[in-house]
């Protein structure tokens, strides 16, 4: 049995009986019921996660990076040349990116997987070497992976995610690094909601008018050229993913399987969940959305996902920037029920 | 000179010269330009607040919760009866609120001040206990406050500020607990926005639409009955306002004057912050909108005073629950200008 299908058949259902404890202690508690909002979904999603009620403190948290590089590139998809996906994993290597700032503000711990980066990075704590290839094909002229390539992408996930549950880390997020992956990620979209793939691309770093049209069209041909199809969803993100969306495919199962929630970043952690949930659809009741991205991709993949982003901040960073920021939120969620008195014991009046 | 006439005297606008470093540091760090969104903007008006860039790291953080009680409670606009403040105020003080589960999160410390609740409070660590009077008046059949008391009330919130601000805190928030303090909020929204009062009227602890209806009415005849105008702001505050209310209108102005941001919670902050304002333009620069609250006359008040709401969840609670959870937020936004590398530090290749 491959790691990939032992994974899968470990994830169980989040646990009806503990979400139901936590609806009913959520409308004991001292405050109007349902003042919280989406917090309290995330508070008792948690409790069907973890399996009891009141749900642990969710913390430490740590945020996976996965970083690779785009063979599409060469069709002009992106502002910035492809070195820029090395020398960005140096700057979060040296605690230099956005990511580090605000993982240090929420105390996450940021890991960096080179799964697919098109350069060599010297050893340096936080790096975890796991590279498949030195970035993918280009998907406009066949697949960006091969078959062994997508395999080993997705285990080199599930072996991160489980490594870092292992250390202790009760809470977890995704993030990305890699020029060209919001392209990657709008031909995933596409593929796995159906929608028309110029109703789910977006500007990425800031593209003009005609990059966007050009995008979108390079986007189609990947998608024909392939015929990538939501029925195998290993094949189309082999078609038209990135080792990073491989990746993350394995962490989102293999956390899953631990019952261990993950913080969704924006597009390209929304699409791949996607691919993630077609292979196994019950591993969806781990993940929270952290936040609402500019992109359209990451708006269409939550509405399909059912989930609803925490911060709503207008963010288009990726490396994991708005999943760190939903970190205090996921664990303010728990809070609520493990901190907050009910009317009875702190014996406040309850309404009229 | 009155303790608020020198406090208003003492506001300088935010330094334009920090603001202009600020916006220039912006474009520098490595993220594509504007990809922070609105965190980008607080991180600039947080340099010119401190009048420096980049700015100090805003911690600690406190957040003081005034609370008080409404002669208009008799008048039959809330689900909870008058009571559950002093209950409410004595769970705070136990530690046992979401505002307090909150601010363990984000470490914040939390002080009540008890500036009109109708009921003794033992003294309990956190309480700072500076009644003016047990409850406002009705203000349906005059003004909530006397000219004697508004006065008081106002500087108590000064003092308030200065002393959070001499304990070495760097950022504020500001919070309330008050049943019945919604129907002030929306009255002072009123008068100060030239709102139709159900316009910006809104369910506070989830009243139905009868009781909506009845609490628009109260709050009309209260407002004609005083002739509540914004021409003189301290006598609209004293004729429909809350003595937490009144209180954070002087915290706002103290904490303006001593260039120390002050993140607002809901609806009764906001109402405030009108309040301050029409005292003071320039105390503006200072503050920070924590949460987009759902009572609509917070989002009417926040579009008046031009600020944008960090925090979207659909709270409905106050107690500065909303600000809480906007400090980490305000905290991320000064490291960005503070952490984050730039193209030339890090040497990444900026966009074509």
Known sequence: MSLLTETVAAIMPASADAMAAA??????????????GP???????????????????PEPAAIAVFAGDHGVCAQGVSLYPQEVTLQMVGNILAGGAVVNAFSRQVGAEVTVVDIGVAGELEAAPGLLVRKVAAGTADMTTGPAMTAAQVQAAVEVGIDVAREVIAQGN??????DMGIGNTTASAA????????????VTGRGTGIDNAMLERKVSVIEKAIKINAASPKDPIAALAAVGGFEHAGMVGFLLAAAALRTPVILDGVIACSAALVARAVAPQAADYWVAGHRSAEPGAKVALAHL?????VDLELRLGEGSGAALAVPFVQASARLLREVATFDSAGVTDKK
Do not use: H, N, W
Request: net charge negative; proline share 9%; with cysteine.
């Open 23 to 36: 609806e009913e202690r959520q409308s004991m508690l001292t405050k109007p019921r349902g003042s919280m």
């Open 188 to 199: 995933l979209i596409s593929v796995f909601t159906g929608l028309d793939v110029a109703d």
């Open 170 to 175: 009760r809470l977890l997020a995704i993030g």
């Open 306 to 310: 059912d989930l609803v982003p925490l």
């Open 39 to 57: 917090l309290e979904d995330v508070g008792t999603r948690l409790c069907g996660m973890y399996g009891e009620c009141p749900p642990p403190l």
